[in-house]
């Protein structure tokens, strides 16, 4: 499985970007689908998740009411909308799926794919 990330850039606040990713795997509906960012000096936490089927998502609350994730089952794509953004949103953002690791563990440890990351930079 291989999962390309892609749409960053260089946004003022208040701006949006839309960040793809797109998985080439035959069986996509069996991963849950996840959105990571990493900040410089910082860990790497999630932004939002959305299950196999996308009818459940979370958001970190940092994010929520701002982002939006969703996916594309039939086009293997899980795309992640972002609105309003602010400075503290700038980092590298990654793509991660897994199909065991349980609902509800944010943790990055135990994915079982990542995409390479795509910069965010929102200037104020």
């Known amino acids: 499985v291989q999962l390309q990330a892609s749409g960053g850039g260089l946004v003022q606040a208040g701006g949006s970007l839309r960040l793809s990713c797109a998985a080439s795997?035959?069986?996509?509906?069996?991963?849950?689908m996840y959105w990571f960012r990493q900040a410089p000096g910082k860990e790497r936490d999630i932004v939002a998740a959305?299950?196999?089927?996308?009818?459940?998502?979370y958001y970190t609350d940092s994010v929520k009411g701002r982002f939006t994730i969703s996916r594309d089952n039939a086009e293997n794509t899980a795309p992640l909308q972002m609105n309003s953004l602010k400075p503290e949103d700038t980092a590298v953002y990654y793509c991660?799926?897994?199909?065991?690791?349980?609902?509800?563990?944010?943790?990055?440890?135990?994915?079982?794919?990542w995409g390479k990351g795509t910069q965010v930079t929102v200037s104020s």
């Open positions: 959305i299950s196999r089927g996308g009818g459940i998502t």
């Open positions: 991660a799926a897994s199909y065991l690791k349980p609902w509800g563990n944010w943790n990055p440890d135990g994915m079982h794919y």
């Open positions: 795997v035959s069986t996509f509906s069996n991963y849950a």
